[in-house]
Nanobody, 120 residues
Framework: QVQLVESGGGLVQTGGSLRLSCAAS????????MGWYRQAPGKQRELVAA???????NYADSVKGRFTISRDNAKNTVYLQMNSLKPEDTAVYYC??????????????WGQGTQVTVSS
């Protein structure tokens, strides 16, 4: 099994910043893409940002220019730096990892979610 442990969520004022971290552990041979999703109450889960094992990134239009995704392959950790936060960024943020547990076992894993609240 693989576990994703998130940290860094919390309450911040409009215009503030937060840095989310998510570390993967367990039976890991390698990790392909990693990403961050978010879900607000009554809304569908949406992709915020993703990063490939080669470092290619993509972002939701709503966060482009404000958020930066990065990863540390040695630590099996993905980060999301969130700047210029807006109330509409308020959501539960989930990290995601496409994990090769071996050369023949591959699964998608999700973190438990961390609450980000941006006050007006």
């Amino acid at each position: 099994q693989v576990q994703l442990v998130e940290s860094g969520g919390g309450l911040v004022q409009t215009g503030g910043s937060l840095r989310l971290s998510c570390a993967a552990s367990g039976s890991i041979f390698s990790i392909n893409a990693m990403g961050w999703y978010r879900q607000a109450p009554g809304k569908q889960r949406e992709l915020v940002a993703a990063i490939s094992n080669g470092g290619s990134t993509n972002y939701a239009d709503s966060v482009k220019g404000r958020f930066t995704i990065s990863r540390d392959n040695a630590k099996n950790t993905v980060y999301l730096q969130m700047n210029s936060l807006k109330p509409e960024d308020t959501a539960v943020y989930y990290c995601n990892a496409d994990v090769n547990r071996s050369t023949w076992r591959r699964n998608i894993y999700w973190g438990q979610g961390t609450q980000v609240t941006v006050s007006s």
